[in-house]
């Protein structure tokens, strides 16, 4: 008997010692599988269904995208402090849903009407001459006060629930620094200066803050004259790719390069397969369907995870009323449910 007693308190102690170690998903970033959205996609096809949609679709991360094109940083701040807004940060905290922002946003940061004020801290372009227009002079250590303020006011209202932060470079090509100072660094090298200064800043406001470097357009090849300041993670978006190939060639030496310097572990990959934008040409009265093929995706995710990265999202922009009225409600529901079960595998 007394034998019988002992063995059953250790299987006790064993099961909740083990289920005491059991994180919740939305705490590994080994599961983090997401999309991506605009605040009019959520608002037009409403809150309570697209988490919905995305609880049944097993996935337990939304970006919320601002840009400078479509949706710019107020219009993100108006829909958050909106009643919508906040019934939906609300339903995905009861479904452990995590919230991200993922912003090109580096006018707000570096407000252009200083131009005439402080033309130094803007870009200088291949001409010699500053310019106002898009990104900023990155090496200037005095731009930086300016972001800091900017990003205090910033961070009083948008906190992401992971912790991690999306501040991006302008969506734009060759639109980097030639100044004396700046051109002596690659692109790639120019933005990471940038999200390495971000990191300390933020860390002054959010002490578990990690900072994105965006590999995009020609952000792509790997940065080798600066090196990331720990906490500051790669985030792999390759929009130029062919989808009815696997991943290959350049692009895919250019993430095996990045992940030589930034760490598998915290990687993120942002994907296109959900994006109705791209594959519209970004053209709102042309919205076109989805292109998408099961198959392609589960290739591509297994030789994402082949690589030891295991965060993925895929914007999903433009999957709104519109879109819903001229495909339907059942066409996207069925998308999202074999995406996730793609990010599964």
Request: charged letters at 25%; hydrophobic letters at 40%.
């Amino acid at each position: 008997m007394k034998t019988s007693c002992k063995l059953l308190l250790v299987i006790l102690f064993v099961c909740v010692t083990t289920i005491g170690c059991i994180r919740p998903p939305t705490q590994q970033a080994s599961l983090r599988k997401g999309i991506v959205l605009y605040p009019h996609d959520i608002e037009s096809v409403g809150t309570a269904r697209w988490v919905k949609w995305m609880k049944e679709a097993g996935l337990n991360l939304i970006g919320i995208h601002a840009d400078t094109f479509f949706e710019p940083l107020p219009q993100l701040k108006a829909f958050l402090m909106s009643d919508n807004g906040q019934e939906f940060l609300s339903l995905c905290r009861q479904e452990r849903i995590d919230v991200e922002f993922e912003l090109h946003s580096l006018q707000n940061l570096l407000p252009r009407e200083m131009f005439e004020s402080h033309p130094e801290y803007f870009r200088m372009d291949s001409t010699g001459r500053r310019v106002k227009e898009y990104n900023m002079c990155f090496t200037n250590d005095s731009v930086y006060t300016v972001i800091r303020e900017q990003l205090h006011e910033i961070t009083g209202w948008l906190k992401p629930t992971t912790h991690r932060y999306f501040f991006w470079t302008d969506d734009v090509k060759d639109a980097f620094c030639q100044c004396d100072s700046c051109r002596l660094y690659s692109a790639s090298e120019q933005a990471l200066i940038y999200e390495n200064r971000l990191l300390g800043i933020l860390r002054e406001i959010d002490p578990e803050a990690t900072v994105a470097h965006l590999a995009y357009h020609n952000t792509l090849p790997v940065p080798r004259k600066v090196t990331p300041s720990k906490g500051v993670f790669l985030e792999y978006a390759p929009i130029s790719r062919n989808y009815s190939e696997s991943l290959g060639g350049e692009q895919l030496g250019q993430l095996q390069e990045n992940l030589q310097v930034f760490s598998a572990a915290t990687a993120h990959i942002l994907e296109y397969w959900l994006d109705v934008s791209m594959f519209s040409d970004w053209k709102k009265d042309n919205l076109v369907e989805l292109p998408w093929a099961t198959e392609r995706c589960d290739r591509d995710v297994l030789l994402y995870k082949s690589l030891g990265v295991h965060s993925i999202t895929s914007f999903a922009a433009w999957i709104n009323s519109s879109y819903i009225d001229r495909y339907g409600a059942g066409r996207v529901e069925k998308v999202l449910q074999e995406y996730g079960q793609s990010l599964a595998l």
